[in-house]
């Protein structure tokens, strides 16, 4: 297996589970999976952060208002790894309970990662509401 392979499959295990559970109201694996080293930053379709400290309580913000996710897809449209970077570039389709409204949208991300400890972890996030 090649790094964008072992990538690849980081993304769509422990990446979609941490994803999944902050949309199911938990945000201890999101927060697991973020570097512990700055800058870290979310320019996010809803509320952004930089620094440990404010993106924690983003996390534990965002969790507290998702429930009942009954779809979480990150369609990887670009990636690539260069040494401890990686970035991937997509679409995350999400059927979930807002606030206990039922939403479902698709959001425009972009992720950084960099490798720490030979784990993958995520350092910046952007992200927008697509309206087609």
Known sequence: MTD?????AWIRTDLHEAELALHNG???PRRALWSREEPVSVLGAW??????????????????GFSD???FVFEVQACDVRGDLAYTAGLEHTS????????TYTLRVTQVYRRE?????VAHRHADTVTE
């Open 96 to 103: 979930v309970l807002v606030d206990g409204a039922p939403r």
């Open 69 to 71: 996710c009954s779809s």
């Open 117 to 121: 400890d030979g784990a993958w972890r």
């Open 47 to 64: 509320r952004s952060a930089r620094g440990r400290r404010e993106l924690d309580a983003l996390f534990t913000g965002l969790a507290q």
């Open 4 to 8: 964008r392979d072992d990538f690849l």
């Open 26 to 28: 938990d945000a201890g």
